[in-house]
């Protein structure tokens, strides 16, 4: 079945480590977003991408980092700059933005803890 | 600024009808996506609107006003199933989603 999977599902950091959150996607979707989640609040855009080997800073990019090698592939680095790290994040793909409805499709989400 | 509005929280009976208002203020308008979340899970798509009206899916009915920058969810029949939160979405002028903080809905036997 074609769909989005995210690992881990939970990460448990410790201060000043970087954590790679992988996301795969077999819909043959050409953008992938990465989300951040916090209670009480929307969905915020930390990084998107069009098109491989090409990306844009979303809403709140400091301190994350991410690569579009394949069009399957959309890992997110959360580095030790990132003040507030712990956080429910969501990795989606579409069919592209500009698309008649363009819903996005979501992973299960990967829980990361700093401790 | 861009902004979503939509209750925190709402609470229903099973078998009841309910409905969940959204209101936006955005730059520009390509659609308005509303998704549900169960609990620690990944948000699901319900409904896309883009032209004003009321669009039907079995349960679940969406309706849209531009000049109001307003919209609703409404669920019929409701089931425990339906516990969960709704976020509300729209496309701005750059294609870009703006998310609202979304409604818990909280259905009781």
């Known amino acids: 079945d074609g769909g989005i999977t995210q690992s881990p599902k939970y990460l448990f950091r410790k201060e000043g480590q970087n954590v790679t959150l992988s996301c795969e996607q077999n819909l043959n979707h050409d953008a992938m977003y990465w989300y951040r989640q916090d209670p009480g609040q929307g969905l915020r855009l930390i990084y998107y991408s069009q098109i491989v080997n090409d990306f844009q800073k979303g809403d709140i990019a400091e301190g994350y980092s991410v690569s579009r090698e394949k069009k399957e592939s959309f890992p997110l680095t959360v580095t030790s700059a990132q003040k507030n790290p712990t956080a429910f994040y969501l990795c989606?793909?579409?069919?592209?933005?500009?698309?008649?409805?363009?819903?996005?499709?979501f992973g299960e989400g990967s829980r990361l803890t700093v401790l | 600024g861009q902004n979503i509005d939509q209750p925190t929280e709402m609470t229903a009976t099973e078998g009841a009808i309910v409905q969940i208002n959204c209101t936006y203020q955005t730059s520009g308008f390509n659609g308005l996506f509303w998704y549900q979340q169960h609990a620690g899970e990944a948000p699901t798509f319900l409904s896309y609107n883009v032209l004003d009206g009321l669009e039907e899916k079995g349960r679940f009915s969406s309706f849209l006003s531009r000049s109001k920058g307003y919209s609703y969810l409404l669920l019929k029949e409701l089931q425990m199933k339906d516990s969960a939160s709704y976020l509300c979405a729209v496309k701005d002028s750059n294609y870009q989603l703006i998310w609202g903080a979304g409604t818990k809905l909280i259905i009781k036997p």
């Open positions: 989606a793909s579409s069919t592209g933005q500009g698309a008649p409805t363009g819903e996005l499709f």
